[in-house]
């Protein structure tokens, strides 16, 4: 057993990687079923998935999604000694923040909250900013701190310190975020602390890379290169297309049986951790939904009979060259006693759905994301 431990701690140091386990916890839309009140907040707080990669007019807010379905978050520690935090690592934002000492109301009170004075490395910085979300919000100020992210500390790292949050916030199961997209749509401005750890010298590769997994535990958050041991074959590789500052790629098609569903002239879509769907507009979604036998419940959900899960056909993704195929073990979830499709309304998003399937690479250094099938 001695023997095993020191192998394993060889190959983390010898490949330089750093793992950084995350939890696929209940969701949000789980924690409010659980207390009847889903319809209630999703109402009030309606799912707009695209909002948050908008062009932002102001520049001192930014558009939060209130996505329910959303499971995976892992664990950093800021300041000396670290403080923990539950964070979402969020490939479709840029920004570092997490709830202060200072914020108010119940969203606030039931995280985790930097206390400032508490840390010998913390220095408070001036900006001030705001994110909104429909009737939500959030406000608060940027600091400057030490970050231990696995195994890696990230010196004088900017991040927001939230001081009032929107009620929503509640039921999410992480407390802060991790925006791992590209400076350019920082809010709080100053250095990405994925940019910081290549110009510290922290990491091996300017990339990094995400394994989801289906089960509870198991996912993984690899900075500095790609775990082969996570996925297998090749990966395929994708220029991105667009200085928008996140991930976004083209597709050329998805196809079911070799009919074309969807994107027939091509599509733009943002590879994104912090979506929990994949997201297309409402016709072409309306049009895969109906070949895969969904309908439509009262709900909203776009549901299938979950005997008949082995029967459906795979969707197929052509981007590049390469076909990625989802099969439906892929993108149907189940939710109590009902089966229903992983697809959502809005702008073409790869979410959850698709990185459990695909193991992703985000190369920062050569502006590309990579797909291989995941383990």
């Known amino acids: 057993m001695v023997f095993a431990v020191l192998l394993l701690a060889f190959v983390a140091v010898s490949d330089g990687l750093i793992r950084i386990p995350m939890i696929r916890g209940k969701s949000a839309r789980q924690l409010?079923?659980?207390?009847?009140?889903?319809?209630?907040?999703?109402?009030?707080?309606?799912?707009?998935?695209?909002?948050?990669?908008?062009?932002?007019?102001?520049?001192?807010?930014?558009?939060?999604?209130?996505?329910?379905?959303?499971?995976?978050?892992?664990?950093?520690?800021?300041?000396?000694?670290?403080?923990?935090f539950k964070v979402l690592f969020d490939t479709g934002s840029s920004d570092l923040w997490v709830p202060s000492l200072n914020c108010s109301g119940s969203a606030c009170n039931d995280h985790a909250k930097f206390r400032s004075e508490d840390s010998s490395t913390f220095q408070p910085g001036t900006k001030h900013f705001s994110i909104t979300y429909g009737t939500g919000y959030m406000t608060g100020i940027t600091g400057y701190d030490t970050v231990k992210v696995g195994d890696?500390?990230?010196?004088?790292?900017?991040?927001?310190?939230?001081?009032?949050?929107?009620?929503?916030?509640?039921?999410?199961?992480?407390?802060?975020?991790?925006?791992?997209?590209?400076?350019?749509?920082?809010?709080?401005?100053?250095?990405?602390?994925?940019?910081?750890?290549?110009?510290?010298?922290?990491?091996?590769?300017?990339?990094?890379?995400?394994y989801l997994s289906s089960a509870e535990e198991g996912s993984m958050l690899i900075l500095g290169g790609a775990d082969p041991s996570y996925f297998t074959g090749g990966i395929h590789w994708v220029s991105l297309f667009g200085a928008t500052g996140f991930w976004n790629i083209k597709i050329q098609s998805i196809t079911i049986n070799g009919n074309t569903v969807a994107c027939s002239e091509e599509c733009e879509a943002i590879v994104d951790s912090g979506t929990s769907y994949i997201v297309g507009p409402e016709k072409d979604v309306n049009n895969i939904n109906g070949w895969v036998g969904a309908y439509t419940d009262q709900f909203g959900d776009a549901v299938v009979s979950c005997g008949n899960t082995n029967l459906?056909?795979?969707?197929?993704?052509?981007?590049?060259?390469?076909?990625?195929?989802?099969?439906?073990?892929?993108?149907?979830?189940?939710?109590?006693?009902?089966?229903?499709?992983?697809?959502?309304?809005?702008?073409?998003?790869?979410?959850?759905?698709?990185?459990?399937?695909?193991?992703?690479?985000?190369?920062?250094?050569?502006?590309?994301?990579?797909?291989?099938?995941?383990?």
Not at 180 to 201: H, R, Y
Not at 324 to 342: H, I, R
Request: contains cysteine; aromatic residues 18%.
């Open 152 to 210: 890696l500390f990230v010196e004088h790292q900017i991040f927001g310190l939230s001081q009032t949050e929107a009620p929503f916030m509640s039921y999410v199961p992480w407390d802060g975020i991790m925006g791992l997209a590209f400076p350019g749509v920082s809010l709080e401005g100053g250095t990405t602390i994925f940019d910081n750890m290549w110009n510290q010298g922290k990491v091996p590769e300017y990339e990094f890379s995400m």
């Open 32 to 84: 409010l079923e659980e207390k009847g009140l889903y319809e209630e907040f999703r109402e009030k707080y309606p799912y707009n998935p695209r909002a948050k990669f908008d062009p932002r007019v102001d520049q001192s807010m930014v558009p939060m999604v209130y996505d329910a379905k959303v499971t995976y978050y892992g664990v950093i520690g800021i300041g000396t000694p670290p403080q923990y």
């Open 312 to 375: 459906m056909p795979d969707i197929v993704f052509n981007i590049n060259g390469f076909s990625l195929s989802l099969p439906p073990s892929a993108y149907v979830m189940k939710s109590g006693s009902k089966c229903m499709t992983g697809f959502g309304f809005g702008s073409w998003i790869l979410g959850e759905v698709f990185m459990r399937h695909f193991y992703t690479v985000f190369s920062v250094g050569q502006n590309m994301v990579g797909f291989a099938q995941a383990v």
